[in-house]
């Protein structure tokens, strides 16, 4: 089984400066990671992934993500936030083999102010 | 771009009615999923199909049922709705490997009165 923490409910941060979501796991099994994001009243739609290679993996919006396997982390960070970046984050994780179900974290919540 | 589509996006019923929910993807996904969003709890599973008339029960299946007849269209059914079941209700579609993001519906939002 799998499991994944977000420390985190709520990071309020000024416009512009950078920021950093917290995310640990914890697995039995290799897994997979994910960032996805949910803008208000939307599904959620895919930041990045980790699968394999570099752990420093891009993504979209100008967000990245470092795969720590010593530390099972996944931190989600942007060195400048815009207002726009204001949405809800959930980090989730797949395992290798089997149903290829997602486990959740509770998400946080990024406010971004003026 | 994969698109899913979920019927409804605000929904209201009564207290022991039946409830009918649907999916439906356009991306020849084989496996599909529904899941429930709550404040503070994040995005739990309610059950999953990765084939045609094949299904298999998430972390809070109680009270839930689904079916999936056609491969594009995956029906999450609440038999007797109750109060405890108001939420947001999420479907999401994926391939198969477990490497494959899962694509989401814009959610409906349920509210059992």
């Known amino acids: 089984a799998q499991s994944v923490t977000q420390l985190d409910s709520q990071v309020p941060v000024f416009e512009e400066a950078p920021v950093e979501l917290r995310c640990n796991y914890s697995s039995s099994v290799s897994v997979y990671l994910f960032w996805y994001v949910q803008y208000p009243n939307q599904g959620l739609q895919l930041l990045l992934k980790?699968?394999?290679?570099?752990?420093l993996v891009k993504g979209i919006n100008g967000f990245e993500a470092e795969f720590n396997k010593s530390q099972t982390s996944f931190h989600l960070r942007k060195p400048s936030v815009h207002i726009s970046d204001t949405a809800e984050y959930f980090c989730?994780?797949?395992?290798?083999?089997?149903?290829?179900?997602?486990?959740f974290g509770k998400g946080t919540m990024l406010l971004v102010s003026p | 771009d994969v698109k899913v589509t979920q019927s409804s996006r605000y929904l209201v019923k009564r207290t022991g009615e039946k409830v009918f929910l649907e999916c439906v993807q356009d991306?020849?996904?084989?496996?599909m999923f529904w899941y429930r969003q709550d404040p503070g709890l994040g995005l739990r599973l309610i059950y999953f199909?990765?084939?045609?008339?094949?299904?298999e029960k998430g972390d809070i299946p109680e009270g839930y049922s689904v079916s999936r007849e056609k491969k594009e269209r995956f029906s999450l059914i609440l038999e007797s709705a109750s109060t405890n079941q108001t939420s947001m209700y999420l479907c999401?579609?994926?391939?198969?490997?477990?490497?494959?993001?899962?694509?989401f519906g814009d959610g409906t939002r349920l509210s059992i009165l």
């Open positions: 999401a579609s994926s391939f198969t490997k477990s490497n494959q993001p899962q694509h």
């Open positions: 980790y699968l394999s290679g570099s752990t």
């Open positions: 991306m020849d996904h084989e496996n």
């Open positions: 989730a994780v797949s395992p290798f083999s089997g149903y290829s179900t997602l486990t």
């Open positions: 199909s990765y084939d045609v008339k094949m299904k």
